[in-house]
């Protein structure tokens, strides 16, 4: 029995490791502790197991910190006891993520290098889904080398065991898993090997998804984007600083920083920004790159990707006529284009289905991970346009000029979904020449 104070009473602490004893004499040959940040209790329970003749292997359970208000959280349900360094540390940063995430992988880098000085050579991480912590603190202890980490997929599969065939998904969500994940979470079926009707049943509600869940990643947006908005070109410039990697933030994205890919076309991105194209979301073409490229690479090594070019961007109904009307000269250029209201523009098919990511790797078929397909984009557009509002505008006040200027944006903005598909010899971006 532990106290409030996260510590067992003596009497308490000796009748659980009797307890424990019978368990591994009843056949229990592995034991895996609860989350910690006191490494010398943690040596203390191991050295005492040891003492009444538990010699099966004791992991050390450790969770990296990375954002304060879950630090609070998960202490407080596992009834974890705090050291004293550990709070003095967190408390002036607390509602900096990045800083809360800084120490956690250097705390946690230190912890397991103690417990793997002793002698103990199995480590257990709990990442909750956020494993980025968990590889760094990794790296950190020279176990793993980065270069070959590898994705599976261009985007991580979750945890949820009834989607674990799922290999296909629109694009539309690569910034946003999170919410793809919880829109989807009541299908029944997920779509493996290729992306067809019975594989896109209905999505769950708008309302489903949170989209400004209260977080410590809150105040980096409202840092980034929530200053006065005077004119369009500062929603332009915004955009811009973001493709060039000077905001770390999106209202669009939920990840942290821009995706490695991203950095092949942020110099076109930024161009094409300021001349009132905003972009959330986008992949350079790839024509058979290596699939443990560092950049675009994906599932492991011995084979080959592609990808076709795209861009998803937000621009005016005059922007997009003359945008239509550029894209007559060029044949393989498909696009799809839609409002609030739902008004639709597109040169392709209402059942079309356009695989715009594809992989061949030794002794597969080829998988095709990623689509552009116009069910999910009609399902999509709610969300994009409701950033607009809940998202961005939200962090201003009621009264603000600038949420004011947003909201007419949400309005009369059309969403565009732009395809490339020439992967080989094409350039989405002299579509946007003289624009």
């Known amino acids: 029995m532990i106290g409030s104070d996260g510590v067992a009473t ?13 368990k591994v004499d009843a056949g229990a040959d592995l034991i895996i502790t609860q989350l910690f940040y006191d490494t010398d209790i943690f040596l203390k329970f191991v050295n005492d197991c040891r ?3 538990i010699n099966c292997p004791i992991v050390p359970g450790i969770m990296p910190i990375n954002n304060y208000k879950g630090f609070l959280r998960m202490t407080g349900f596992c009834k974890t006891k705090i050291p004293a360094e550990v709070t003095a540390a967190l408390e002036p940063t607390k509602d900096n993520e990045e800083a809360v995430r800084a120490y956690g992988i250097h705390l946690g880098t230190e912890v397991c290098k103690k417990i793997l000085v002793y002698g103990i050579k199995t480590l257990h991480l709990y990442t909750l889904n956020m494993e980025k912590s968990a590889l760094a603190i990794l790296m950190n202890l020279g176990l793993i080398d980065e270069s070959k980490i590898t994705r599976s997929l261009p985007w ?15 694009i539309f969500w690569a910034n946003r898993p999170k919410s793809y994940i919880s829109r989807t979470l009541s299908w029944e079926q997920y779509p493996h090997g290729q992306w067809e009707d019975s594989c896109n049943p209905s999505y769950g509600a708008l309302t489903d998804y949170q989209f400004m869940r209260a977080c410590a990643c809150d105040k980096k947006l409202h840092d980034e984007w929530a200053t006065p908005l005077n004119s369009i070109e500062d929603i332009l410039e915004k955009f811009k600083k ?15 920083g821009l995706q490695p890919e991203t950095k092949i076309i942020n110099e076109q991105l930024g161009k094409i920004n300021l001349k ?23 599932g492991g090594p011995g084979g080959y990707v592609y990808q076709k070019a795209y861009l998803e961007f937000f621009c005016s109904t005059d922007k997009l006529q003359v945008l239509v009307d550029k894209c007559k000269s060029f044949p393989l250029i498909t696009y799809m284009a839609v409002n609030k209201g739902g008004t639709l523009v597109s040169n392709v098919g209402t059942n079309d289905v356009n695989v715009v990511t594809w992989g061949v790797f030794p002794a597969k078929q080829i998988i095709q991970p ?11 557009k709610d969300e994009a346009f409701e950033i ?11 009264d603000d000029p600038s949420r004011k200027m947003l909201e007419e944006v949400q309005s009369g903005y059309f ?4 395809v490339d598909n020439d992967y080989i010899h094409g350039d989405i971006f002299a579509v946007f020449a003289d624009l």
């Not at 949820?160 to 290999?167: M, Q």
């Not at 973001?242 to 942290?256: M, Q």
């Open 276 to 298: 009132g194209f905003l972009t959330i979301n986008s992949q350079p073409a790839v024509n058979g790159e290596r699939s443990d490229s560092p950049s675009v690479g994906w």
């Open 10 to 22: 003596p009497e308490n602490y000796q009748k659980d490791l009797e307890y424990l004893k019978r």
């Open 415 to 418: 969403l565009v979904s732009l």
């Open 156 to 170: 991580r599969r979750p945890t949820n065991v009834f989607c674990a065939k799922e290999d296909v998904r629109p």
């Open 51 to 53: 003492q009444i003749g």
């Open 370 to 380: 990623t689509v552009v397909d116009p069910a999910s984009f009609n399902v999509w």
């Open 388 to 398: 607009w509002s809940r998202g961005w505008a939200s962090l201003y006040p009621e």
């Open 242 to 256: 973001h493709c060039l990697g000077k905001l770390k933030s999106s209202p669009w994205s939920e990840l942290d």
